[in-house]
């Protein structure tokens, strides 16, 4: 078989964005390992590329930018992104400017810079890179079988291409990028099932949809300072669903709809018909547009009960899972390729180490510990939430939150390269783990809040991320250059702050509960969330910290008055 060698270091199943970053992160950490990826489509593939994975977000980012070095690449030929921004349900959904909406109305500064991703362009560039850096990228090739062999020094990696000739390789490890087919987790055994149970369809369209060409009212379209709303990673979102509208690179739309299984049953939009026909009844201004181009639909896509998890994604036996081959969350929030980047330098220090001799298989017991840790956290931002999403006040609450978490844990330790060696640092795990133990009750409270409390006529029309002192603080800050003691000072009080942040949001939506003597659903609800050891630690944390560190509460009442038109540059 022409161009397949016979014996590797490493070599990846699957030539997807995990498969192809992480080789390219191994081969610039170190040059003289030999890496082999073995892809089944043939190279290059088309620009629009039948993928889910096309908005970033600040790790996925950076990882891009920083870590492989592709800043070229993502200013010539993919989209700078204006943020996520998000347009609640409003009076049957005729008119965008009569929605409540959350976003940014000034572009944040560039160091944290996110993207809109062709996944075809990305994956073609990342080819011709490895190509060109020496890497054995070998397309239109099936892998038919693995042997793996943690006995002997190789595992054997069986491939069979197009013209049914059959090879082997050699392999002293070997890496699962074989996305949602997950080839090795299948063969081993470790599928997991999650609690959460969402589905989805998408497709694309051959035309630069511009949803700030949805009205003319000039007011609405002042809000935005600098920038453009099609930039967005754009939700439109109602009970138990959201709708993303995602620009692309190449000229086209991405539109798709995520649903709560037990909200919209999966028949309702399971086909292009079908799709626009629940459009035009949850959505019908984006409906109507979408059928203006219905002829330059480019494809069309389903994906029913979505996220999954794995018992195990490293071993010391010289296998890993890389991207959707070990895990798959949600798409809000655009977490795939964080966790591509998370994982991909887990394995990278892993195989590191391993081909230089060390003895892993503690670090891959800890490595495995702490992925989970974080994905297991995550899901929590999804598991029956979806319902929220019909919720405005609440979920406008939930995003703030959920995005001020990200920035200030998650996002802080990667810009600080510190998830691959977090276990020299038992502060930082122990702080993290306590962190996840209350973020899942926050998110518990949430669901309590929206389930008694449905509607806030009063909310402002218009949330600025940056609104809040806060945020682009949290944002920013994580590019600080901080040393080790700094580190941990920053990442102590940042934890110490979300926490204020949780218990202010608790003791403000308490206090509305018990003052609606009326209701006797708050009520009841108050008494309960009074008893609740964890909420009440972080009311106690609020009120403590609250006097030397005050923080407006309107990140929570969300009180109209605030809109002053000057934007997030305040």
Known sequence: MTGLPTEVD??????????????????????????????????????????????????????????????EHLQAEQLNKFGLRVFFSHNGNDDITRRIELGHSV???????????????????????????????????????????????HHRVTVRDADEVVGEIQAKWVV?????????????????????????????????????????????RGRIVEGRRELSTNHLMGPGYWVWLIRLGSGGISIGI?????????????????????????????????????????????????????????????WCLAGEAGVFLDPFYSPGLDLIA?????????????????????TAAIHNTVFFLLTDGWLTIYENQYPLMGNARVMTCKVVWDTAVYWAVPGLLYFQDKWRVLADHPGLLEGLARFGTNSKEVQRFFREWGAVDKESPDQAAFTRFYDFDFMPRLHIGMTADLGEVDLQE??????????????????????????????????????????????????????????????????????????TGAGDGR
């Open 10 to 71: 490493v070599a990846i199943l699957g030539g997807g964005v995990a498969g192809l970053t992480l080789a390219l992160q191994l081969h610039k950490q170190r040059p003289d390992t030999r890496i082999a990826v073995l892809e089944r489509q043939s190279h290059p593939v088309p620009e629009t590329t039948h993928k889910v994975g096309e908005s970033t977000v600040e790790i996925a980012g950076y990882y891009l930018r920083q870590v492989l070095g592709l800043q």
């Open 107 to 153: 572009r944040p500064p560039g160091a944290v810079g996110t993207y809109q991703l062709d996944r075809g362009r990305l994956e073609n560039a990342l080819g011709r890179m490895l190509v060109d850096g020496g890497v054995q990228f070998v397309s239109g090739v099936k892998v038919e079988a693995v042997e793996l062999q943690p006995d002997s020094d």
């Open 176 to 220: 699962d990028g074989t996305g949602r087919s997950a080839l090795l987790k299948r063969k081993l055994g470790l599928a997991k099932k999650v609690g959460h149970r969402a589905n989805a369809v998408w497709f694309r369209i051959a035309h630069p949809i511009d949803i700030d060409r949805w009205s003319d009212d000039p007011d609405w």
């Open 258 to 318: 995520v649903t709560d299984a037990d909200v919209h049953a999966f028949g309702e939009l399971n086909t292009f018909d079908k799709a626009m026909q629940w459009l035009t009844e949850h959505e019908p201004q984006c409906a109507r547009i979408i059928e203006e181009h219905r002829d330059k639909l480019q494809d069309f896509r389903i994906m029913k009960d979505y996220a999954y998890s794995s018992e195990q994604v490293f071993s010391s036996d010289r």
């Open 342 to 362: 998370i994982s991909n330098g887990l394995i990278a220090d892993l195989v590191g180490r391993a081909l230089d001799g060390e003895d892993v298989e503690e």
């Open 490 to 563: 920053r990442f102590e009080a940042n934890v110490r702050f979300i926490d204020q942040l949780s218990g202010q949001m608790i003791a403000t939506v308490l206090a509305e509960f018990e003052a609606d003597s009326g209701s006797l659903a708050k009520q009841e609800q108050a008494q309960r969330w009074r008893k609740d050891e964890i909420l009440m630690s972080l009311v106690e944390v609020y009120e403590a910290e609250q006097p030397a560190n005050p923080v407006d509460d309107h990140w929570i009442t969300l009180r109209p008055a605030v809109e």
